[in-house]
């Protein structure tokens, strides 16, 4: 995956959190994943459909997704209800948008899907053959982690449904 | 709204690609219209839609229904579920969205699919907060593969996806 993807959802991350929430980030280092991702706590998954294909996903350690929710309502909330969790698919949401635009004036035009929520630790969820670079930030109210899994859309809008089930690797077609 | 005219496109795609694809009839269980969160499958394919039409799509079914759909789709055995066997499970659910979203748009909403995204682990459970979503059971003999349909027509000028949390996805 390219970096010039990359930049713009760091960039992005930083700057809705420093706004948002008033947080510092660090950025830690950067790792190539392949494997299915292990969630923590608390996910928040969006896709991106158009120049740039692929999968997004922000994964929040409950104490960071408590404290960046109450940051954003400006109460103190003790735990993730209904309107925390909005919160927080919302945060995600501000983030990719912003990143997105970020992409368009870079020349790759791309739209995003509404935020899904998993919350729960140990599920795994799998980009398949889209290896996913993680971007894990570090501040002092938790662990959140920037996935993602790009790429160049090789197909464009309804074409994708005439494809057909590709030859899966290893098997020999006869 | 969830809206179930969104719905037929769907169980048609389903039908016509099970089919096709893996030799099996389909047939149509009774469809619900849910709010609460419920028990998933141990499998979730999730896809996304963006354009006239928007929000989730996801695909749920049993770790052995998956193993014996990509044993026949590829023509092998399958014991386990591999890698293969994931990317083929997810690559049904991208035909079957796909092929839905051509009907849809030729009812004239045109949409955009995502890559597919599959999700695994024991006792998840799904739910649309307060986002009603379209439950249609979709019957094979090889098992049965639930559709959830989280889907709404997009408001007009409205921005992608803003405000708008269809899926929210719970382990236990």
Redesign the interface.
Known sequence: MKVQYLIPFVEAAYEVLKAEVNIPMQRGDLSLDKG?YL?DDMTV??????DI???VFFGFSNEAALSIASSMLGESLMEMN?LA??GI??LG?VIT?RASVKLSKSGFQS????????????????????PRVVVPLTSNIGKISIHLALREATRQ??N???????A????KQT | MANVKFMNPFVEAAAEVLEKEVSVTTERGALSLQKSSMTSDEITVLLSLVGQVQGVVLYGLSRATGIKLVSKMLGQEFTDFDNLAQSGVAELGNVITGRATVKLSKEGFSSEISPPTLIQGEGITISTLDFPRVVVPLKTELGEITVHLALRETPPGSDSGRNFVPVSIQLK
């Not at chain 1, 998954?45 to 158009?50: A, E, M």
């Open positions: 299915a969630t998954i969006i896709s991106l459909v158009g294909e692929g999968i209904g969790q909005s698919a919302e949401n948008g739209t995003i899907s509404p935020p899904t929520m998993l919350m729960g630790k140990g599920a795994t969820i799998s980009t398949l053959d889209f809008g309804a994708a449904a005439l494809l057909k089930v590709p899966a690797p290893g098997i």
